[in-house]
């Protein structure tokens, strides 16, 4: 038995960085097999454009539950790359619109085979093994328990218990 699966709960962030680690390597792998310089950590703004259309740096941090200040790191980075245009609303000059660029646009048609592609890898993984169809929904209800009670509270209430 490995020193991760011992020490079990002791070491759930870990795996959990380790099981990303993995699976967003082998994501980049298929990028580049198929020739397209594309990030995995770009897939929630390319999806959730693919969807909008266009949106606004407030929505896209509120939907990707992320900072305002790392989707706007995001954004100038993909602008900067000439993946995404930045446009200012011509009735409210305060309102900016984030929308594909035409060089955007055609590396999301590209990459959309490979999300569908990996979208049925994941499921057919997700049935292999014995507690691996209900992962998903498990995870969902530990991050709503961690939403509810953070783990810094509870150890510090535990501590403080045994004081």
Request: no cysteine.
């Amino acid at each position: 038995m490995t020193l991760y699966r011992q020490l079990g709960e002791l070491l759930f962030g870990t795996r959990l960085k380790r099981l990303s680690d993995k699976f967003l390597t082998d994501v980049s792998k298929i990028y580049q097999s198929q020739g397209i310089k594309f990030e995995p950590s770009w897939f929630p703004i390319f999806f959730l454009l693919d969807k909008k259309q266009k949106s606004t740096l407030k929505t896209l941090a509120e939907e990707l539950e992320v900072s305002h200040s790392a989707i706007s790191q995001m954004v100038n980075t993909l602008e900067k790359k000439e993946l995404l245009k930045v446009v200012v609303d011509e009735e409210d000059k305060r309102q900016k619109w984030i929308t594909f660029s035409p060089k955007g646009r055609d590396i999301l048609e590209r990459v959309k085979p490979i999300w569908i592609a990996l979208e049925d890898a994941m499921k057919e993984l997700f049935s292999m093994g014995k507690n691996s169809p209900v992962l998903l929904s498990a995870l969902e209800e530990v991050e709503d328990a961690m939403e509810e009670q953070f783990i810094f509270s509870k150890v510090t209430e535990k501590l403080n218990s045994e004081i």
